[in-house]
């Protein structure tokens, strides 16, 4: 492993092409990295080789491979929060590698593919930073700390567009609070802003401080006529001009639950036109004001609701009906043929009377018989 291996380990080492790479600034990656030389190297590589082999390292942590430079891709800085993302998938790695207590040459095979891999890690994530993190701000001033990888220094960047954010409609009805929210998502990263302070714009163009804080949001209680109008957001910055400004149009509209009366202009409440109205009295159609008491869905599923009841209801009195007329009929059967039993008695017994009367009538028939023959037997014995 003499002059082969560290013309095997130059060779390696030259394939990382220069570049600027950010996670040598974290201080966590060059304590490891001093780790790796005072505590590893000793059992695992040739005392003669160590110090060609960390030099090598540490120019292949700093130089990554070449990023261009690129407003999509990379631009020589990244945030705080992405350079811990890459630092940790570097330390992972790392630790994987001494973990397995790999040797020689192998050793140096598997760390310095390590470092490629890493490499693409690392341009990953500053294509990521640059396309969502840098200057997220699509107006106003974002003042924005950043690593600048070359020297590894943090500095403020001034993202610079557009002061104007726009003009937001706000509708309100009277009696209730105005509310304007002057908050943007980048403002919690941004460094160096002041206040918010809210303006009510006149129409000569003139302006009256309302309120200024901190908070992003003013709120006016109880709303009436005279509140409605042009206002105006703005968020200061501690050195130079104002980091947002963003402008309001207000309109207060009549009270909830007040109609207009259409003719006179008259505000008449619901409670007001009730008492007003009485069953006597015949009240034009376009002097009445119609309130909903229901929404439209709402009286649906109490329709509904009222049908299936009535079919319940419905249907069980055709289940009583039903089993009246049943137990009456089967009753009406049993009276029936009792009084037919009753009445075969009567008969037979009647045809007994006769059968009685019969005989009788035939008795008397034959005494009256045998007395006419004994007078005629009398009749006859007397002349001789």
């Given at each position: 492993?003499?002059?082969?291996?560290?013309?095997?380990?130059?060779?390696?080492?030259?394939?990382?092409?220069?570049?600027?790479?950010?996670?040598?600034?974290?201080?966590?990656?060059?304590?490891?990295?001093?780790?790796?030389?005072?505590?590893?190297?000793?059992?695992?590589?040739?005392?003669?080789?160590?110090?060609?082999?960390?030099?090598?390292?540490?120019?292949?942590?700093?130089?990554?491979?070449?990023?261009?430079?690129?407003?999509?891709?990379?631009?020589?800085?990244?945030?705080?929060?992405?350079?811990?993302?890459?630092?940790?998938?570097?330390?992972?790695?790392?630790?994987?590698?001494?973990?397995?207590?790999?040797?020689?040459?192998?050793?140096?095979?598997?760390?310095?593919?390590?470092?490629?891999?890493?490499?693409?890690?690392?341009?990953?994530?500053?294509?990521?930073?640059?396309?969502?993190?840098?200057?997220?701000?699509?107006?106003?001033?974002?003042?924005?700390?950043?690593?600048?990888?070359?020297?590894?220094?943090?500095?403020?960047?001034?993202?610079?567009?557009?002061?104007?954010?726009?003009?937001?409609?706000?509708?309100?009805?009277?009696?209730?609070?105005?509310?304007?929210?002057?908050?943007?998502?980048?403002?919690?990263?941004?460094?160096?802003?002041?206040?918010?302070?809210?303006?009510?714009?006149?129409?000569?163009?003139?302006?009256?401080?309302?309120?200024?804080?901190?908070?992003?949001?003013?709120?006016?209680?109880?709303?009436?006529?005279?509140?409605?109008?042009?206002?105006?957001?703005?968020?200061?910055?501690?050195?130079?001009?104002?980091?947002?400004?963003?402008?309001?149009?207000?309109?207060?509209?009549?009270?909830?639950?007040?109609?207009?009366d259409s003719i006179g202009g008259h505000v008449v409440s619901q409670d007001e036109e009730n008492e007003e109205i009485s069953p006597a009295v015949s009240i034009?159609?376009?002097?009445?004001?119609?309130?909903?008491?229901?929404?439209?869905?709402?009286?649906?599923?109490?329709?509904?609701?009222?049908?299936?009841?009535?079919?319940?209801?419905?249907?069980?009195?055709?289940?009583?009906?039903?089993?009246?007329?049943?137990?009456?009929?089967?009753?009406?059967?049993?009276?029936?043929?009792?009084?037919?039993?009753?009445?075969?008695?009567?008969?037979?017994?009647?045809?007994?009377?006769?059968?009685?009367?019969?005989?009788?009538?035939?008795?008397?028939g034959n005494a009256e018989q045998k007395d006419e023959e004994e007078e005629e037997g009398e009749a006859s014995e007397e002349p001789e």
């Amino acid at each position: 492993m003499g002059p082969r291996f560290a013309v095997f380990l130059a060779a390696l080492a030259n394939c990382l092409l220069p570049a600027r790479c950010c996670i040598i600034c974290d201080r966590l990656v060059v304590t490891a990295l001093k780790s790796l030389e005072r505590d590893y190297l000793p059992g695992h590589l040739d005392t003669k080789h160590h110090k060609t082999f960390m030099k090598r390292v540490l120019d292949a942590v700093k130089d990554f491979k070449d990023l261009p430079l690129d407003e999509t891709s990379f631009m020589g800085a990244i945030d705080e929060d992405t350079l811990e993302q890459a630092s940790w998938s570097f330390l992972k790695d790392l630790k994987r590698i001494t973990d397995s207590d790999v040797k020689g040459e192998l050793f140096v095979k598997e760390l310095f593919w390590m470092l490629h891999l890493q490499k693409d890690t690392f341009a990953n994530y500053a294509i990521q930073f640059q396309k969502e993190v840098y200057c997220p701000n699509k107006c106003g001033t974002m003042l924005q700390v950043l690593i600048w990888c070359n020297e590894c220094e943090k500095q403020v960047h001034a993202c610079r567009k557009s002061y104007d954010c726009g003009e937001h409609s706000v509708k309100v009805h009277e009696m209730e609070d105005i509310i304007l929210d002057c908050h943007l998502n980048w403002h919690h990263a941004s460094q160096g802003l002041a206040d918010y302070s809210f303006y009510r714009v006149w129409g000569n163009n003139s302006e009256t401080l309302v309120s200024k804080g901190k908070e992003p949001i003013m709120t006016k209680p109880l709303a009436g006529p005279d509140d409605a109008g042009n206002y105006r957001c703005e968020l200061g910055t501690v050195n130079s001009g104002p980091a947002t400004i963003i402008r309001y149009r207000v309109t207060v509209l009549p009270q909830r639950g007040v109609a207009e009366d259409s003719i006179g202009g008259h505000v008449v409440s619901q409670d007001e036109e009730n008492e007003e109205i009485s069953p006597a009295v015949s009240i034009p159609w376009h002097e009445t004001t119609i309130f909903p008491t229901q929404k439209p869905k709402r009286k649906m599923k109490t329709s509904l609701l009222v049908l299936v009841i009535v079919a319940c209801v419905l249907v069980l009195l055709c289940c009583i009906a039903t089993m009246f007329c049943w137990s009456k009929r089967k009753k009406a059967k049993g009276g029936g043929g009792g009084g037919g039993g009753g009445g075969g008695g009567e008969a037979s017994d009647q045809n007994e009377g006769n059968e009685g009367e019969g005989e009788g009538e035939g008795d008397e028939g034959n005494a009256e018989q045998k007395d006419e023959e004994e007078e005629e037997g009398e009749a006859s014995e007397e002349p001789e």
